[in-house]
């Protein structure tokens, strides 16, 4: 149970790691609340005709790009950390079962030594040969319980491993699709938000702003809600 505990911590903690990129979208937001400039006009008098102004003049579109870009690269910087923890993982759980392993061989070497040298005190005792008989059946017999005994241990050993490194495994791969679906819908809405400030006035930025975000949320929901099974490894890997 202690193996399945390290593997329920390690990929919780894949889990909170990745979890943290949503709050990137935060800084593209807040920059819609900004108020575009309108300059006036000849005759001094305010410029209501805000829509004859491109979107890019916005604060939000004028700085989208650069925020974007800063958003993508702690994206990308996550994203490679919870590869790497999840490498980390399986490089720590396989050397947990080589040191189990290590010791599982140790142990029985030193029963072998000691079983033997029983066996060896209690020979000469037999003197007839009906009691040699009885000596060596049951030496066999002890030694058919060990073997059979470390067959079963074995057997347990290595399907729960396999079971284990299944599940781990699939893991991986859905947290990576997760991470490659949440980038994907942050890519896609500052793409479209992009091409809508370099295409629309400045009457629609409201818009543009609100569809970018609601994108944002819908990705974040998408992303959080996918993740809600990462909880069910620890039950997988115990059955």
């Known amino acids: 149970m202690r193996l399945v505990s ?3 911590f ?23 609340s900004k108020p575009v400039s309108v300059p006036p006009t000849n005759d001094g008098s305010t410029n209501t005709a805000s829509t004859q102004h ?9 700085n989208l790009a650069t925020e974007s870009e800063n958003v993508t690269s702690k994206l ?8 790497q923890a999840g490498s980390q993982q399986d490089q720590k759980l396989s ?14 070497a030193q029963a072998d030594a000691q079983r033997s040298s029983d066996f060896t ?11 040699k008989q009885a000596v060596q059946a049951y030496e066999a017999a002890v030694n058919a319980a060990v073997s059979t005994r470390r067959g079963s241990y074995d057997s347990a050993r290595t399907t729960f491993r396999a079971s284990a490194t299944s599940v781990v495994g699939s893991r991986h791969s859905t947290v990576s699709a997760q991470l490659s679906t949440f980038q994907t819908s942050v890519a896609s809405a500052i793409s479209t938000a992009e091409a809508s400030c370099t295409s629309a006035s400045t009457g629609s930025v409201s ?18 809600t996918d993740r809600s099974s990462d909880s069910k490894v620890n039950s997988q890997v115990a059955q």
């Not at 903690?13 to 935060?26: E, H, K, N, Q, R």
């Not at 990308?76 to 590869?83: E, F, I, M, P």
């Not at 050397?95 to 029985?108: H, I, L």
């Not at 543009?208 to 992303?223: E, G, K, V």
Request: charged fraction near 15%; include cysteine; glycine fraction near 4%.
């Open 6 to 8: 390290k593997v329920s």
């Open 10 to 32: 390690k990929l919780m903690t894949i889990g909170l790691l990745i979890g943290t990129m949503i709050a990137f979208s935060a800084p593209l937001s807040a920059l819609a």
């Open 54 to 62: 491109p979107a890019s003049a916005s604060p939000f579109c004028s």
């Open 76 to 83: 990308n910087s996550l994203a490679g950390k919870a590869t």
């Open 95 to 108: 050397a947990d079962w080589q040191t189990v392993d290590q010791k599982v061989a140790a142990g029985r």
């Open 121 to 131: 005190k209690l020979e000469p005792k037999a003197t007839t040969n009906s009691q």
């Open 207 to 224: 818009s543009i702003h609100y569809t970018f975000q609601s994108s944002l949320q819908a990705a974040r929901s998408t992303f959080q």
